[in-house]
């Protein structure tokens, strides 16, 4: 039945739902920011690295117009170039030394005038640029050579190698930026390296410039997207962590509503779903009806009728037998007091109580507002107290079983033979009545020694001048051995099963 699969269902599998609830609201949003983020790097990574070959090109531009002027001069003698040659390095910014070259050899420079030095093509990119790691007269000072040739004339532009490493390092500090010609590159740190290039974790972007024979890479290091998406977007982070805080509170709200036992039985209670069905008790001699066993039913929405053994034990847990009792009480005195008439006077009504019901005095109060519904000293009012589940005598519970005994309640012990109640015990909460579980009667007609414990049972109670009523009598053999024995009372399947009050006002009335 479904109410036992809640009853019984695992407190992780709850636990598991609620922090993937809590989880789903932050990890959807932070997957979200962290593409956004990418996103971002991206677009970054790749502005920069225009601007950085915007501003390369641009250099470059400077080198290729020292060389437009220069080229002609060469194969002239180095003593009427040489003035040309200053010239162009005073005139073009980033621009560091101007050379002539003659059929693969440098015969002119800015620096030195008459010079000789062998020029190897191959060291240039398409024929047309170099990035040296040093020089001659500054060896760990990378420069760039820009070379233009024609025929056996070239020309070669040197610039500034710290230009390029300025312009690695100043366009955007967070942006790690390369340049790469032919094979080599060089960082923001300034060294010429011949490795592959490195490769960059996030965001790496390359950008060939559009007119000369390099590429500029861009990119960041790795953890780049976590520190950007806790620097960018804080408030966004802490507004996901409240998120998934709401949504983890919401649906362990909604499943303690929907799957805690006892917030149904709750529900239950307000609904007034909690209704009584009587069990007649008839008497051992004449068979006529001396009382009825008030029974608690659930008539649950969805479950249909449900039976107390599978809520009155939570019920009993949680504390909410009290007021479920007392609801039973109400609705017991509501619909029978209409209908006092048709009982007998000294007619029983038996209702079921809990050790629950013992820790306070409310209970004497629920007895009077019950009997006060019926006309002075018609009815008897008996509590069941289960076997079972033995009271522990403490002064409130004198206290209480005094003033119910002074109300006129009587006390039965439910399912006696089944627990261990001493007779000291029956004395001590001045019981009235045995009710003999059902497990005794049902033996009557077994074996000699189940049917000598039932005899003791009968006789005991006869001896400690205590009402008895035997439970569970379901054929005729049972109830004329009770009836031979002097059982009192009987109450069984074989007069009447537990009914509906409408039920049990129409029999009553037929009485
Ligand atoms: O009717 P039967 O199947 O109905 O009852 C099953 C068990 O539930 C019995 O042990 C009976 O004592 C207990 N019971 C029935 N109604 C109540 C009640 O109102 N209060 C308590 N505490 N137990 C009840
Ligand atoms: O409160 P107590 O445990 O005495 O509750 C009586 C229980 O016994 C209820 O569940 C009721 O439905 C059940 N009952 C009443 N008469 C008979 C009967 O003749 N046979 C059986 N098997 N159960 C009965
Ligand atoms: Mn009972």
Redesign the pocket.
């Known amino acids: 039945m479904p109410f036992k699969l809640k009853l019984s269902r695992k407190w992780t599998d709850r636990y598991a739902l609620i922090v993937l609830s809590g989880l789903l609201p932050v990890v959807l949003g932070v997957l979200i920011i962290v593409w956004q983020a990418n996103r971002s790097l991206r677009l970054e990574a790749t502005q920069t690295a225009l601007e950085a070959v915007r501003q390369f090109d641009l250099m470059l531009d400077n080198a290729k117009l020292a060389a437009d002027v220069v080229l002609p001069l060469a194969g002239q003698s180095c003593e009427q170039v040489e003035l040309a040659l200053r010239d162009q390095v005073t005139r073009r910014p980033f621009v560091r030394s101007v050379n002539l070259v003659w059929d693969n050899q440098i015969y002119c420079t800015s620096l030195f005038g008459n010079f000789k030095e062998q020029v190897n093509p191959v060291n240039y990119a398409d024929g047309e640029l170099w990035l040296m790691p040093g020089t001659l007269v500054t060896p760990n000072d990378p420069v760039l050579v820009y070379r233009q040739q024609k025929d056996k004339r070239s020309a070669l532009i040197s610039l500034y190698g710290f230009h390029l490493v300025n312009v690695l390092g100043l366009i955007n500090q967070k942006t790690h930026l390369l340049i790469e010609v032919g094979d080599v590159w060089i960082d923001r740190y300034g060294l010429v390296r011949n490795s592959p290039t490195p490769h960059l974790p996030v965001a790496q972007t390359t950008v060939p410039s559009p007119e000369y024979p390099y590429r500029v890479i861009a990119g960041f290091n790795e953890g780049e997207v976590w520190r950007y998406v806790i620097m960018e977007y804080p408030g966004l982070l802490g507004l996901l962590i409240f998120l998934g805080f709401i949504s983890a509170t919401t649906v362990h709200q909604l499943k303690k509503r929907a799957t805690s036992p006892s917030h149904e039985l709750r529900r239950g209670l307000d609904a007034a779903e909690f209704i009584p069905?009587f069990?007649p008790v008839v008497r051992g001699d004449t068979k006529q009806w001396a009382g009825a066993e008030?029974?608690?039913r659930w008539q649950h929405p969805k479950e249909g009728l449900v039976?107390?053994?599978l809520f009155?034990p939570v019920a009993?847990h949680c504390g909410l037998?009290v007021p479920?009792?007392r609801s039973?009480m109400e609705q017991t005195a509501y619909l029978l007091a209409p209908h006092a008439k048709h009982m007998e006077p000294g007619f029983h009504l038996a209702?079921?109580?809990?050790a629950h019901h013992c820790h306070n005095l409310e209970l004497v109060d629920d007895c009077r507002r019950f009997l006060q519904a019926f006309p002075p000293g018609h009815i008897n009012l008996v509590l069941?107290l289960?076997e079972r589940e033995l009271i522990v005598p403490s002064a409130t519970t004198h206290q209480l079983f005094s003033q119910l005994h002074a109300l006129g309640v009587m006390i039965a012990i439910?399912?006696f033979g089944t627990g261990h109640s001493s007779l000291s015990y029956l004395h001590e909460f001045n019981v009235d009545y045995l009710k003999i579980d059902q497990s005794f009667v049902a033996m009557i007609g077994a074996d000699a020694l189940s049917r000598h414990i039932l005899d003791s049972i009968i006789e005991l109670s006869a001896k400690l001048d205590l009402g008895i009523v035997a439970e569970g009598v379901e054929t005729q053999e049972q109830s004329q051995y009770l009836a031979d024995h002097g059982v009192d009372f009987l109450q069984g399947y074989l007069f009447a099963r537990?009914m509906p009050s409408a039920e049990f006002i129409q029999a009553l009335q037929a009485l």
């Open positions: 069905y069990q008030v029974l608690m039976r107390p053994d009155i009993e037998i479920m009792t039973l209702f079921n109580i809990a069941e289960t439910d399912d537990p």
